[in-house]
């Protein structure tokens, strides 16, 4: 099967998608961009590759079509067991790193216990990864680094506390490790990882296949399709730092146009907050840029300012928009400065106000300069795409919404669940045309 691969390297996020001749998506990764484009875009054409082998995987086992209910189950079991084995072979990979870290010199004289401390903690994760990847358990996210540096730290402290060294050691050895296995994905051939989640999950449950016939042989049989990689096209903040000849290149404003039309051909005006700029962008029938405008050089009113106020606040980004949505009287802001942002934030607690109550604020600021950057690029026209990680942020689609209304009536707002990867369905699309054509 011929695919053509789009990869945006955002400033905070890579995407890649996986197209077929026919346009369809068969694939989708992401990965922290890290300050390793290379690796980045290596890790998330690898996750996008893995998502189309379940593409083929539902097609072979019918999974929604009547008559193959237990399909879904075993698939989705599949996919448990993929990604334990992902993961325990980067945890060997970490425990490795981490012990190779103990024969520097700052950690000569406590090598032994820092040894010991590691075994145990390693072991203990080792123990409780099944349950990370039971059925209905809950993860925060899905990144190697996110999963096994929260539970690190848990066991490390214990093990610290039980056996009277210093936990500082411990996380300064695993500090220094993580960056290096982050930035090395997980080798080894990938229907061989998939053969041996099928082997796993069969015998931890003999009855797995009942009712559906031989799962296994359909799983053999979609390993079989060949996923050839005919043409990639790279966009985004970091496409520049990526060895692309220049014919594998298209600006961001292109592909987040084409990727928008793709997703909903009515479209005509674009917004698209990233982590580091706001893209105002109108376009054709066709796809085709016809204006836009971007902010200016800072990252004001961008998913990295909404990063420095999650941490100002000690809490994950993801949480930030049903907070706000909480506020009944959202404070008035007039300034999204990412470097002031701290300093604004601490001053505005200090005297009383709700934490949802300047989060709405900081909210509707944000979308008022994203409004702002659209009108400088010839308004807002029915239809409207909103693009971006922001776009997952219900306050601040509320906000949008609200804004669109009170300035230019009703207009068909389109949020798909997908829209971080249009940058990158927009590059897989200009990939499959440069070969077409």
């Known amino acids: 099967m011929r695919t053509f691969v789009g990869i945006d390297l955002g400033s905070t996020t890579t995407k890649a998608v996986l197209m077929d001749e026919n346009k369809e998506v068969i694939g989708r ?31 072979a086992l019918h999974v929604g079509e009547a008559g193959h209910e237990h399909s879904a189950e075993f698939l989705a079991a599949l996919e448990r067991n993929f990604r334990l084995i992902q993961f325990l072979e980067q945890l060997d990979d970490l425990e490795e790193t981490c012990h190779r870290q103990l024969e520097a010199e700052r950690f000569k004289a406590v090598a032994g216990p820092l040894q010991e401390a590691l075994h145990v ?6 123990e409780e990864a099944a349950s990370l990847y039971a ?16 539970r690190f730290h848990v066991h490390a402290e214990a093990v610290a506390r039980e056996m009277g060294i210093a936990l500082e050691m411990v996380l300064n050895a695993y500090d220094k490790s993580i960056i290096e ?38 799983i053999e049989s979609a390993l079989g399709i060949e996923l050839e990689e005919t043409y990639l096209v790279g966009t985004g903040y970091g496409r520049v730092t990526l060895p692309f000849s220049k014919e594998h290149i ?42 836009f405008q971007m902010n200016d050089r800072c990252a004001a009113g961008c998913g990295r300012y909404l990063g420095y106020i999650a941490d100002e606040m000690n809490m994950g980004l993801h949480e930030l928009g049903p907070l706000a949505m909480q506020s009944s009287r959202p404070a008035r802001i007039n300034s999204t400065c990412t470097v002031f942002a701290g300093a604004e934030l601490r001053d505005r607690l200090s005297l009383g106000e709700k934490r949802e109550d300047i989060l709405a604020g900081l909210h ?3 979308i008022l300069r994203a409004i702002s950057i659209i009108s400088r690029s010839g ?38 669940p997908d829209s971080i990867y249009t940058g990158a369905l927009g590059a897989s699309e200009f990939a499959r045309r440069a070969v077409a054509a």
């Open 29 to 59: 990764g992401i990965t922290n961009s890290r300050s390793n484009y290379a690796t980045a875009a290596r890790v998330a054409s690898e996750e996008a590759r893995i998502d189309a082998r379940f593409t083929l995987f539902r097609r």
């Open 121 to 126: 903690i390693f072991a203990r994760l080792r």
């Open 135 to 150: 059925p209905g358990a809950k993860r925060k996210s899905d990144f190697f680094r996110d999963i096994a540096g929260s």
């Open 181 to 218: 296995v982050e930035n090395r994905p997980p080798g080894g051939e990938l229907s061989e990882k998939f053969r041996r989640a099928v082997a796993r999950m069969l015998a931890v449950d003999s009855h797995a296949a009942d009712g559906e016939g031989d799962f296994a042989a359909m």
């Open 250 to 291: 298209r600006s961001e404003i292109l592909c987040h146009g084409l990727g928008a039309h793709m997703m909903y051909p009515g479209t005509r005006t674009v917004l698209d907050i990233g982590g580091q700029d706001t893209k105002g962008i109108q376009i054709d029938g066709h796809g085709i840029v016809e204006n």
């Open 364 to 366: 509707r600021a944000i």
């Open 379 to 416: 308004g807002v026209t029915d239809q409207f795409t909103f693009t971006g990680g922001v776009a997952k942020n219900e306050a601040a689609v509320r906000e949008l919404r609200k804004l669109i209304q009170e300035n230019y009536g009703e207009v068909t707002i389109n949020i798909n």
